[in-house]
């Protein structure tokens, strides 16, 4: 039986896409839809950066391009985005933009490092309420940068910042944008079940633009931004003295920018993964994210990543393979190259009744009902997750959900640690350790045994345990020291020939069994100093 993931109101099937001429069809009006989607975010996110909308403009194209082609999986969209974009405004503003250039190269050079190392598949440490809030927290991010359309052009635009600083619209351009908005949201809504030839959004997109076209709407249109008129990016050394001092001053932007950068495209990747049920490579995106960043600083563009709105587009519109991305960027530069004079003319309401739709298919909103259901920690990272990724930006909001729930289940698992006591026929008293020990639950693991009342023989079994780290080895030396002070004789049995190597002052107590476990402990096997002393 053939199964569908539901997303929005289309259907995704699952397995590998082939190559059809039908699928390469819906590939090249996707690419167009994401590149009409990508024009005013590009802009807006350079206003943001403090450049010009061309520098925005040739970062789309270079990262959408390059990342299409090399990336770890077909159907993710990249280009120039505002997470790195609110680093880069302090960076443009105290130091200029060639500044940036050559941060973004740096930025390149350090993400290519990520990926030949392999630091990739560490994205599958981040746990799923980790995933949920940043589904959520960006979805909302989204939904609030469309509000900045809800602007009319004035004083900002002179001062460098887009139509975000105007006015806000009221009256008849306020309803009248609503209204242009609705009807593209219904549109997309509506257009799957008429026909699937054209994606939904396109469809949207182009009747709302012949509407106010053909009769002459008064309405906030794309050439309101920015003229998006340009030639080819030319390839352009970044004009910064190479010394230590300008190295001091881009460094630690690059590393910020570069974090961010793979934390939100791996997190993509993931999530196109579970829509499209393709599987990718972390350490191939890392590699093209890198690739893509380092090209685009020696052209004239401020870097970029993965998009989650525009990569939602292309799922959305049936995108599945390269040639979806591929042609996002060629038709983006055709936009700059020859196109500028129709593109802006295409009114913003409808790209802001696309991003809307994006906003809902993208949302969990399966999540606000599990917030009752699932663990009250997995509920809380949940919302931590989002609130940060609103209020600040997702690379914090991440890490702050991983730690929150790494401490979270270090804490469970440290309450877990116990022991069944019992006494043998010949007096001795035995503590079956159950549980994980580890840095965690050694102090309670410590604090389970009667040291002065015990009997002379103490048997202490580790067959339902796991000595997980060097703090378990030395709260294990803790209590054999503390017995051998009261001069009782205790017996360690089923550890591991790791803890026999390196229980160094109790090595005398371990008892060797056939039926001893064999795991590796997360220690440093360089390091044998303090209670553990010289190995």
Known sequence: ???????????????????????????????????????????????????????????????????????????????????????????????????????????GLLQVFAGVMQWGKFIRLVPHPVML???????????????????VPGSAEASGHGMAGGEWLTGLPLYLMLGLVGLTMVIIWLSPRVTRLIPAPLAGIGI??????GFGLDVPRVGDLASIEGGLPAFHIPAVPLNLETLQIILPYAVILAAIGLIESLL????????????????QECIAQGVANTATGFFGGMGG?????????????????RIAGVSAALFLLAFILVGSSVIELIPLAALVGVMFMVVIGTFAWNSLKILRKVPLTDAFVIVLVTVVTVMEDLAVAVVVGVIVSALAYAWNNARR??????????????????????????????????????????????????????????????????????????QLRHLTHDCHKLLTKAGHLIVDSDDDPDYEIATDYGVRTGILGEH
């Open 305 to 321: 990543c993965a998009m989650i709105g525009q990569s939602m587009i292309n799922v959305k519109s049936g995108g599945r393979t």
């Open 1 to 107: 039986m053939r199964t569908t993931t539901r997303f929005g109101d289309f259907s995704i099937a699952p397995g590998e896409v082939k190559l059809t001429p039908s699928q390469i069809r819906t590939d090249l009006l996707s690419g167009l839809t994401v590149a009409l989607a990508l024009v005013p975010e590009a802009v807006a996110f350079a206003f943001v950066a403090g450049v010009h909308p061309l520098v925005g403009l040739y970062a789309a194209f270079m990262v959408g391009l390059i990342t299409a082609i090399f990336g770890g999986r077909p159907g993710m969209i990249s280009g120039a985005t505002g997470a790195l974009a609110v680093v880069m405004v302090a960076l443009v503003a105290q130091h200029g933009v060639e500044y940036l250039f050559a941060t973004v190269v740096l930025m």
């Open 133 to 151: 809030g940043f589904v959520n927290g960006l979805a909302i991010v989204i939904f609030l940068a469309q509000l900045t359309q809800f602007k």
């Open 208 to 213: 709302v633009a012949a509407i106010v076209i």
């Open 268 to 283: 993509t990747l993931n999530l196109v993964g579970d829509l499209t049920k393709q599987r990718g490579g972390a350490s």
């Open 417 to 490: 640690i116990h022991a069944k006591v019992y006494e043998t026929p010949e007096g001795a008293r035995v503590y079956q350790v159950q549980g994980p020990l580890f840095f965690g639950s050694a102090t309670g693991f410590i604090e389970m045994f009667n040291v002065e009342n015990d009997p002379r023989e103490v048997i202490v079994d580790f067959a339902d345990s796991r000595v997980v780290d060097q703090s378990a080895l030395q709260a294990i030396e803790a209590v054999a020291g503390k017995y051998e002070e009261l001069g009782k004789r205790v």
